[in-house]
């Protein structure tokens, strides 16, 4: 069994510090086994605001695998946006932009799909999609594979016209091949889950993605701050959504799946 904490879009900057304070206490409790940061870790990429964000990291005894989101590249240093797009994030959070974690019984990828000339949309190049699907193959058959990214794979149902990531059907066919079960993604700020399959018609194995909210940043588009909690125990997983309530964060939304036969199966 396997507890994995997955946070996204923080945006240290113009965060919420009694929300931090709560997220570190909270994250604490919950016994885990790795730390997942999607991305967005900045508002705008300044070296005050990383600092911020890589105290908050120390804070939490955990191995972590974190990518960046496009807040983390400057946006409006043009100089530094083109040249030096993640010069601070390498300095302050990690030099590693294709980070990994394997363990037996979780296989976990990171890629970085932010980009400096598109800024807020994403994408994913042919090269990353090699080193993914090299990396997934050589993993047992048993691990549960896990790519995090920052941006999304599937919309949420209240705008099913957002912007996914660019690139996605390759990247999803690319996944498809080397048995990929879950994607980890963040940037709209909304918690929700769903297969890949009613999306992506072309796509015939089960991908389970699982977006995160925004964990302690003011930009809240209508939902509190919240992040996942996800347990994986064989083919069965359990979902947990922690939502901030004023005071402390709480589990709100409870989802279970199985992996089965047709792929994963929500259960009620
Ligand atoms: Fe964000
Ligand atoms: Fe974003």
Not at 56 to 61: G, I, M, P, S
Not at 212 to 228: K, L
Request: aromatic residues 8%; glycine residues 8%.
């Amino acid at each position: 069994m396997r507890r994995i904490v997955h946070i996204s879009d923080l945006h240290f900057g113009p965060e919420v510090p009694e929300v931090v304070e709560g997220l570190v206490a909270d994250i604490e409790r919950q016994s885990a086994d790795l730390l997942i940061v999607s991305g967005d870790l900045t508002q705008r990429a300044r070296r005050g605001q990383y600092r911020k964000a890589r105290a908050f990291l120390d804070r939490v005894a955990l191995p972590r695998i974190v990518v960046p989101g496009n807040h983390d590249i400057p946006l409006f240093n043009v100089a530094a946006r083109f040249l030096l797009p993640l010069m601070n994030y390498r300095r302050y959070i990690t030099a590693e932009l294709c980070p990994r974690y394997a363990d037996g019984e979780i296989a976990v990828a990171g890629v970085n799909t932010a980009r400096s000339n598109t800024w807020i949309e994403g994408r994913i190049s042919p090269e990353q999609l090699a080193a993914l699907h090299e990396f997934f193959e050589k993993q047992p058959a048993s691990a549960t594979k896990i790519l995090v990214a920052h941006h999304p794979f599937i919309p949420p149902i209240i705008d099913t016209t957002a912007e996914l990531v660019g690139g996605v059907l390759a990247a999803l066919k690319t996944l498809e091949a080397c048995g990929c079960h879950l994607i980890l993604a963040g940037h709209l700020h909304l918690a929700y889950s769903g297969d890949v399959r009613p999306y992506h018609v072309e796509i015939e194995r089960s991908i389970l993605v699982v977006q995160a909210g925004t964990a302690v940043s003011h930009r809240r588009r209508g939902e509190p701050n919240a992040y996942n909690v996800l347990t994986l125990d064989g083919p069965r997983l359990w979902l947990e959504v922690r939502s901030w309530n004023g005071r402390e964060f709480e589990g709100t939304l409870r989802t279970e799946y199985d992996y089965e036969a047709d792929g994963w199966m929500r259960r009620e």
